[in-house]
């Protein structure tokens, strides 16, 4: 059974940092291209961030410079270090896997930033 399982969401306040995890059971972890999606209230969900399998790594602008996407194989999990937050990053974050043309989701997790 395929299972991606976020953690680190939380309430912070501007200028904060948080780190998200994904821990992911029942697929090839190492082949796949993960990722961090968020979705604000009202919006359209986005990505955020991806890291390939070998490791390139992709991010959106709004975050370049303040978020960094890893991954550890061994543990099957992928990670989100979230630095200089902003309000504007108030969304749920949602954890992604990729293989080819096969998706997966996890759940989410809330991340709130206080002004």
């Known amino acids: 059974q395929v299972q991606l399982v976020e953690s680190g969401g939380g309430l912070v306040q501007a200028g904060g940092s948080l780190r998200l995890s994904c821990a992911a059971s029942g697929i090839r972890f190492s082949t796949y291209t993960m990722g961090w999606y968020r979705q604000a209230p009202g919006k359209q969900r986005e990505l955020v961030a991806t890291i390939a399998s070998g490791g390139n790594t992709n991010y959106a602008d709004s975050v370049k410079g303040r978020f960094t996407i890893s991954r550890d194989n061994a543990k099957t999990t992928e990670y989100l270090q979230m630095n200089s937050l902003k309000p504007e990053d108030t969304a749920v974050y949602y954890c992604?896997?990729?293989?080819?043309?096969?998706?997966?989701w996890g759940r989410g997790t809330q991340v709130t930033v206080s002004s």
């Open positions: 992604n896997a990729c293989l080819r043309s096969y998706c997966t």
